[in-house]
């Protein structure tokens, strides 16, 4: 096992000292602080560490971070398998079956079997600042994450809970269609309705709908919805909430995730997952969806590059993803999943400049 002591990072938020691992949600209502993160695919880890300092993200040392070759990155999904993807979820919508179904590829390269996750978001902190970017190092636990997300999946401050879902993508303020206007309220009609179920009658709101934000190399559209929950919900009741289809506690699955199921061919791990932290002690806490975000493969779960489960092969992977509607076109949305991905891969391979 890699020898790479666990910690978790969040801004200037430095955790160390593990103390617990577990995944139980309802150990985020209890004491201390928690990292955690929340796959796509259902597993969740909440990691308690001892030790919580600020400092800052530190500059990127000389070859602490040696990233794959960018010619080494290959896709799950080719262009032709993506754009038929594409087609076919708009046959889906044409039926009545779903509204929209984000379409995701995972692209992955090999890496050396000492990478360090923490190492990498050194090097996106300079060359892709996010918002909400942090490290969740657990090499024990199959849990290697950077992130460098622009969208928060949760906040919660006491029995206030806010998220800010992001549908719409571009590369200038001027190129963004009717289409992604329309993909943002349905994405905040869908929010609106997972925390409604946990909060007080009527005290759900809107108060920024479709706000452009620039982030680099692109912008994005962002609403806030924001909510009291009740006096009876804690972590738990939220996650199965907010997650889709309740996949925290394997509930049956919508229509939208059979479907993403039938066209993806690798498990998304971290990609549209949570990834965050929350301090039991003061109540409060703060959960990014999981997008821009790499991961280190170890045990073949989620890429062909590993072709030995287990078996010493290191792979980075990330998640590059769509929202499709009926407007959709397949090129188009394949450019965006382009878009999305180029900056992060070249600034993990060391080939990015700032132009």
Same mark, same amino acid.
């Given at each position: ?5 666990p910690?978790?990072r969040?801004?200037?938020r430095?955790?160390?000292g593990l ?5 139980d949600?309802a ?6 602080f928690?990292?955690v993160a929340?796959d796509?695919?259902g597993?969740? #880890? ?6 919580v300092?600020?400092e800052p993200?530190?500059? +990127?040392? !000389?070859g602490?971070?040696r990233?794959?070759a960018?010619g ?5 999904l080719?262009?032709?398998a993506? #754009? @038929?993807g ?9 039926t009545?079956e779903v509204?929209?179904?984000?379409l995701c590829?995972?692209?992955?390269a090999?890496v #050396?079997?000492?990478?360090d996750? =923490?190492?990498l978001?050194a090097v996106?902190?300079?060359?892709n600042?996010a !918002?909400?970017?942090g490290?969740i190092?657990l090499?024990g636990?199959?849990?290697e994450?950077?992130?460098a997300?622009p969208?928060?999946f949760?906040?919660?401050d006491?029995r206030?809970?806010?998220?800010? +879902?992001i549908k719409?993508t571009a590369r ?6 009717e289409k ?6 349905m994405i ?5 309705n997972?925390?409604g179920?946990?909060?007080a009658?009527?005290?759900?709101t809107?108060? =920024?709908?479709? @706000?452009?934000?620039k982030? +680099?190399?692109?912008?994005h ?6 909510g ?5 919900v804690g972590?738990?009741e939220?996650? =199965?909430?907010?997650f ?5 506690t394997?509930?049956p699955k919508?229509?939208?995730?059979r ?7 690798a498990?998304?791990? +971290?990609y ?5 932290w929350v301090d @039991?002690?003061r109540g409060v806490?703060?959960l990014a969806?999981g997008?821009?975000t ?11 590059l590993c072709?030995?489960p287990?078996g010493g092969t290191?792979v980075l992977?990330?998640g ?5 509607t009926?407007?959709s076109d397949?090129e188009?949305e394949?450019?965006?999943t382009?878009l999305?991905?180029a900056?992060l ?7 990015y400049?700032?132009?």
């Amino acid at each position: 096992m890699l020898d790479l002591a666990p910690l978790a990072r969040f801004g200037d938020r430095v955790a160390t000292g593990l103390a617990d691992v577990t995944g139980d949600p309802a150990a985020l209502d209890s004491t201390g602080f928690w990292a955690v993160a929340a796959d796509y695919e259902g597993r969740l #880890t909440c990691a308690r560490f001892r030790d919580v300092r600020h400092e800052p993200v530190p500059a +990127p040392a !000389p070859g602490a971070w040696r990233g794959p070759a960018a010619g080494d990155w290959t896709s799950s999904l080719d262009r032709a398998a993506y #754009t @038929a993807g594409v087609r076919r979820v708009r046959e889906h919508i044409a039926t009545g079956e779903v509204y929209q179904v984000n379409l995701c590829r995972v692209l992955s390269a090999p890496v #050396t079997p000492d990478a360090d996750v =923490d190492a990498l978001t050194a090097v996106l902190a300079r060359g892709n600042p996010a !918002p909400y970017a942090g490290t969740i190092r657990l090499p024990g636990y199959g849990v290697e994450i950077a992130t460098a997300s622009p969208e928060l999946f949760l906040r919660r401050d006491g029995r206030i809970v806010e998220s800010g +879902p992001i549908k719409g993508t571009a590369r200038t303020e001027a190129e963004l269609l009717e289409k992604d206007y329309a993909e943002n309220v349905m994405i905040v009609d869908l929010v609106r309705n997972d925390i409604g179920r946990v909060c007080a009658t009527g005290s759900v709101t809107v108060p =920024d709908l479709c @706000a452009v934000e620039k982030h +680099p190399g692109l912008v994005h559209l962002v609403s806030t919805v924001r909510g009291e929950l009740r006096e009876d919900v804690g972590w738990p009741e939220l996650l =199965d909430a907010a997650f889709p289809a309740g996949s925290i506690t394997g509930a049956p699955k919508s229509s939208a995730l059979r479907i993403i199921d039938a066209l993806e061919t690798a498990p998304r791990g +971290p990609y549209c997952g949570g990834i965050g932290w929350v301090d @039991a002690d003061r109540g409060v806490g703060e959960l990014a969806v999981g997008i821009r975000t790499f991961w280190i493969d170890r045990a073949g779960r989620g890429s062909p590059l590993c072709e030995e489960p287990g078996g010493g092969t290191a792979v980075l992977c990330f998640g590059a993803g769509a929202g499709i509607t009926w407007d959709s076109d397949p090129e188009g949305e394949w450019r965006e999943t382009e878009l999305k991905a180029a900056r992060l891969l070249a600034v993990a391979s060391g080939t990015y400049q700032e132009s």
